[in-house]
Each structure stands twice: as C-alpha cells, then as structure tokens.
T-cell receptor, first 113, second 113 residues
Framework: AQSVTQLDSQVPVFEEAPVELRCNYS??????LFWYVQYPNQGLQLLLKYLSGSTLVKGINGFEAEFNKSQTSFHLRKPSVHISDTAEYFCAVSAITGNQFYFGTGTSLTVIP | GAGVSQSPRYKVTKRGQDVALRCDPISGHVSLYWYRQALGQGPEFLTYFNYEAQQDKSGLPNDRFSAERPEGSISTLTIQRTEQRDSAMYRC???????????FGPGTRLLVL
C-alpha cells in the first residue's frame, strides 16, 4: 500500500510571499501523485498531477510541484500567494497499477493580508 | 452532467437509524469512489466501482456499511444501525476510468446523535 505524509498541518504566509507545502510519500511501486485544494464548504478540486514525464508539473492558479523520486517528495509551490489561496491542500498518491487513492491529512494554508 | 452531486448535503440522525447517502457521478464516468473524511483529516478510501461492479470494498469499516451502483451510474452508500463514531463527511468522486483524475462532489455531512 501507499501512504502520504504532509508535515505541516498549518502554514500561515503573508500575501504576495512565496509558499511551499510539503508532501512525502511511501510506496514500493511506481506512483501517480496529486495535489487537491478544498475551499471552505466546497468539494476537493484538482490542482495538478504527476503521471509521467517532466518532474516539474504546473497546475491551476499559478501552483507547481516537483516530483523527486530519490526523496519521495512532491512539494507544492507558488511564488506569490493571494488571499484567495486560503484553503486546505491535500496531497494524494495512487499506485500506477492500482485504483485506490491515499490522501494526506492536509495542510491548511492561511494567507495574511 | 455539470459535476458530481451528492444528496443530502446534511443528514442528522439518531443512533441506531439507517441512512442512505446518494452520489450522482459525472455522466459517462466509469469509476466511482466513496470516501469518508473526519474533521481535520484527509479523505479515507471506503470503496469503489467500475460500472456496476464493486471492485474494492476493503475500506468499508465494518458490515454495517454497504454500497451499490446497480445501473453503473448513481450509487448509494448505506450505513445501518448508525453509531456516533459514523459522524463524518462522506465524499463521492468519479473518474473517466480508474486511473484518471477524480472529480469530487460536495459531500454529505452526517451527524449521528
């Protein structure tokens, strides 16, 4: 089975500052990796995903993530955050041969004006 | 359809009652997933279907939980003899195929008194 660890449960950051949300995964097989965002009172929305190819993945709203196989990480970054980025962010992993998704416990990003 | 829909959005029930939660996936999506999300946690896999076939129910916590998707479209998650520990957000997601991006519904918040 796979597992995901999101090391930071809460990340406060000032508006227009850069941010990195950390995600590490564990798996004995090759995986797909995902970042989802959950705005208050809404469902989860896909930000970006890594399936294969380039290890730097760009997603919506200016977010990007880099897959690092040697460090088993898939950290999410944004060079300049906006107030509207305040939300809960979930990292998820799925084996390329499987169908189950395993989610981390989430990181609450709060952008401070 | 426009997106994944779930009903009811909120359900309050008394301990010992049965509840049925409905998920209407995006039209044409083959795979349908059920998750449970406790407060402050990431979604936890319960079960998933390809068409009408239940492929994996390893995440269902006990035999009080069951799910069906009889015509390969709408799915119902049923919890019998509810207990207070069943209180959580129950989320449904669908995807074109098993390894594609999952699209999440808004969830059903269940409160067992």
């Amino acid at each position: 089975a796979q597992s995901v660890t999101q090391l930071d449960s809460q990340v406060p950051v000032f508006e227009e500052a850069p941010v990195e949300l950390r995600c590490n995964y564990s798996s004995s097989v090759s995986v797909y990796l995902f970042w989802y965002v959950q705005y208050p009172n809404q469902g989860l929305q896909l930000l970006l995903k890594y399936l294969s190819g380039s290890t730097l993945v760009k997603g919506i709203n200016g977010f990007e993530a880099e897959f690092n196989k040697s460090q088993t990480s898939f950290h999410l970054r944004k060079p300049s955050v906006h107030i509207s980025d305040t939300a809960e962010y979930f990292c998820a992993v799925s084996a390329i041969t499987g169908n189950q998704f395993y989610f981390g416990t989430g990181t609450s990003l709060t952008v401070i004006p | 359809g426009a997106g994944v829909s779930q009903s009811p959005r909120y359900k309050v029930t008394k301990r010992g009652q049965d509840v049925a939660l409905r998920c209407d996936p995006i039209s044409g999506h083959v795979s349908l997933y059920w998750y449970r999300q406790a407060l402050g946690q990431g979604p936890e896999f319960l079960t998933y279907f390809n068409y009408e076939a239940q492929q994996d129910k390893s995440g269902l916590p006990n035999d009080r939980f069951s799910a069906e998707r009889p015509e390969g479209s709408i799915s119902t998650l049923t919890i019998q003899r509810t207990e207070q520990r069943d209180s959580a957000m129950y989320r449904c997601a669908s995807s074109k195929t098993g390894r594609e991006t999952q699209y999440f519904g808004p969830g059903t918040r269940l409160l067992v008194l």
